[in-house]
């Protein structure tokens, strides 16, 4: 290591004053055999000073060899040659070590921005692609290597996308249908720098389908409501309006208090799923008796087919009875609305069969098993969907909401169990609850 603290000027001065003086004390000692001693003295110290120069190029020119490709260490030189060198690999290993620290930082930027749900992608004035991330290029279907430095517009043939790039005006975002044309892409172009640009993308689809239920369900609840007021509107007039004998008088009254009980169980029913759908999931640390939600399943079933159906309710194994984790109340209003879902779909003189059995793996199976109706196989992945009705008229005829296998979806997943349903047209049903395990366990004596 050189000491970069010490003075190299006087001792430089000093090596060439004392090699100059020993080349002229021996020019002048030669020249003194010859006659000339000045002449040889003069002579001698401009040789010795060529001599030093001539070194000094030399090592300067080894110096000059290390900076054109600086990788290697640099040359052992003395003086201030050597002093040069040091300080000269200094300041470059200190600015590599300063770029090397803001590549990490960079890196870990645009790692960061890697790990966003959302796309981005960064181009130049030319569009031309400089960064994307992997979700970027999920979206736009581009290869984060393979693709940077090459058109956007050249890959990506979204119309709409091609032409809000072109306008220039970014002040709302564009939407465009993804690639798989399985949902929707949100689009915003922001501009930053000189003439460059950042491509920010969002998978809105699930978003859009949210948009779309609660239009759905506003309407859906909007229609279901006005049915029935529609009607009580009608009747409340006729009263008011028309002489009517006593038997007229009861009919309506009759055919009103039907329709104020159908919206009074679609409210019930809607403050039921909001209550569901908004409350915490349920603790696996309250118990049910299955003995007492069974018996109770049971005595509204048969309330509500008066002795129209065959309805034949089981627990297995009977010496073993069970309990299962969760709000009973909730329980309940599932299993119910499976069985009396049975009883309106089922014709009469029909079989119902409620069963729960203990499973081999500790799990639980509450099943309700019809020779009712039936559905068809394309009807059978939207039934839980809010107000989602195979026969519409039917139905409404029947006095179903539409919401009860809706509220079932969500007590079952809220308890983290199953719901299957199997069925055949003409042939009936079977819609099983499938409990976990952990939500399982014998009632201790």
């Given at each position: 290591?050189?000491?970069?603290n010490?003075?190299?000027?006087p001792?430089?001065?000093?090596l060439?004053?004392?090699?100059?003086?020993?080349g002229?004390?021996a020019g002048?000692?030669i020249?003194?055999?010859?006659?000339y001693p000045?002449?040889?003295?003069?002579?001698?110290g401009?040789?010795?000073?060529?001599?030093?120069?001539?070194?000094?190029?030399?090592?300067?020119?080894e110096?000059?060899d290390?900076?054109?490709n600086p990788?290697?260490?640099?040359?052992?030189l003395?003086?201030?040659w050597?002093?040069?060198a040091h300080?000269?690999?200094r300041?470059?290993?200190q600015r590599?070590?300063?770029t090397?620290?803001?590549?990490?930082?960079?890196?870990?930027?645009?790692?960061?921005?890697?790990?966003s749900?959302n796309?981005?992608m960064?181009?130049?004035g030319?569009?031309?692609i400089?960064?994307?991330?992997?979700?970027a290029?999920?979206?736009f279907?581009?290869?984060?290597v393979r693709d940077?430095a090459?058109?956007?517009?050249?890959?990506?043939?979204?119309?709409?996308f091609?032409?809000?790039?072109?306008a220039?005006?970014?002040?709302?975002?564009?939407?465009?249908?993804?690639r798989?044309?399985q949902?929707t892409?949100?689009i915003?172009?922001?501009?930053?720098g000189?003439?460059l640009r950042?491509?920010?993308s969002q998978?809105v689809?699930?978003?859009e389908?949210?948009e779309?239920?609660?239009?759905?369900?506003v309407?859906n609840?909007s229609?279901e409501?006005?049915?029935?007021?529609?009607?009580?509107t009608?009747?409340?007039?006729?009263?008011?309006s028309?002489p009517?004998?006593?038997?007229?008088?009861?009919r309506v009254?009759?055919?009103?208090?039907?329709?104020?009980?159908?919206?009074?169980?679609?409210?019930s029913?809607?403050?039921m799923?909001?209550?569901?759908?908004?409350?915490?999931r349920?603790?696996a640390?309250?118990?049910?008796?299955?003995?007492?939600l069974?018996?109770?399943i049971e005595n509204?079933?048969r309330?509500?087919?008066?002795?129209?159906?065959e309805?034949?309710?089981s627990?297995?194994?009977?010496?073993?009875p069970?309990e299962?984790?969760?709000?009973?109340?909730?329980?309940?209003?599932?299993?119910?609305n499976?069985?009396?879902?049975a009883i309106?779909?089922t014709?009469?003189?029909?079989r119902?069969?409620?069963c729960w059995?203990?499973?081999?793996?500790g799990?639980?199976e509450?099943?309700v098993?019809?020779?009712g109706?039936?559905?068809?196989?394309?009807?059978?992945?939207?039934?839980?969907?809010?107000?989602?009705r195979?026969?519409?008229s039917?139905s409404?005829d029947?006095?179903?909401?539409g919401?009860?296998?809706?509220i079932v979806?969500h007590v079952?997943?809220r308890?983290?169990?199953v719901?299957?349903?199997t069925?055949?047209?003409?042939?009936?049903?079977?819609?099983t609850?499938?409990?976990?395990?952990?939500?399982?366990r014998?009632?201790?004596?």
């Amino acid at each position: 290591m050189i000491d970069t603290n010490k003075s190299w000027l006087p001792s430089r001065i000093g090596l060439r004053l004392l090699l100059g003086s020993v080349g002229a004390g021996a020019g002048w000692w030669i020249g003194h055999s010859m006659g000339y001693p000045t002449r040889m003295a003069l002579l001698g110290g401009a040789l010795a000073a060529v001599g030093v120069s001539v070194l000094d190029t030399l090592k300067g020119h080894e110096l000059l060899d290390w900076l054109r490709n600086p990788e290697p260490p640099p040359p052992q030189l003395p003086g201030i040659w050597g002093e040069v060198a040091h300080r000269v690999h200094r300041v470059i290993r200190q600015r590599e070590q300063g770029t090397a620290r803001e590549r990490d930082r960079l890196q870990q930027f645009l790692s960061g921005i890697d790990a966003s749900p959302n796309g981005v992608m960064m181009i130049d004035g030319s569009e031309h692609i400089t960064w994307i991330s992997s979700v970027a290029a999920l979206h736009f279907g581009l290869d984060p290597v393979r693709d940077l430095a090459q058109r956007v517009t050249n890959l990506v043939r979204m119309p709409t996308f091609v032409q809000y790039l072109a306008a220039g005006d970014y002040a709302e975002p564009v939407k465009v249908p993804m690639r798989n044309g399985q949902g929707t892409l949100s689009i915003t172009v922001r501009a930053y720098g000189e003439g460059l640009r950042l491509v920010l993308s969002q998978d809105v689809t699930e978003r859009e389908r949210a948009e779309a239920m609660r239009r759905d369900f506003v309407a859906n609840v909007s229609h279901e409501i006005r049915t029935p007021l529609t009607v009580l509107t009608g009747f409340i007039e006729t009263l008011a309006s028309l002489p009517l004998t006593e038997v007229e008088r009861k009919r309506v009254l009759t055919l009103m208090a039907q329709q104020s009980d159908r919206m009074q169980t679609l409210v019930s029913d809607l403050l039921m799923l909001a209550q569901i759908e908004g409350s915490p999931r349920p603790s696996a640390d309250k118990w049910c008796q299955v003995s007492a939600l069974m018996q109770r399943i049971e005595n509204d079933g048969r309330g509500l087919s008066q002795g129209r159906h065959e309805l034949v309710v089981s627990e297995s194994p009977a010496d073993k009875p069970a309990e299962i984790a969760g709000v009973d109340s909730e329980w309940l209003s599932a299993m119910g609305n499976l069985v009396s879902n049975a009883i309106r779909y089922t014709p009469e003189g029909g079989r119902i069969e409620v069963c729960w059995r203990l499973m081999s793996d500790g799990s639980g199976e509450f099943s309700v098993k019809d020779s009712g109706i039936g559905i068809d196989a394309e009807h059978i992945p939207r039934l839980t969907e809010r107000f989602y009705r195979v026969d519409g008229s039917r139905s409404r005829d029947t006095g179903g909401t539409g919401l009860g296998l809706s509220i079932v979806k969500h007590v079952v997943q809220r308890h983290d169990g199953v719901l299957r349903i199997t069925s055949e047209k003409g042939k009936g049903s079977v819609f099983t609850l499938i409990v976990p395990a952990a939500r399982v366990r014998l009632r201790h004596a």
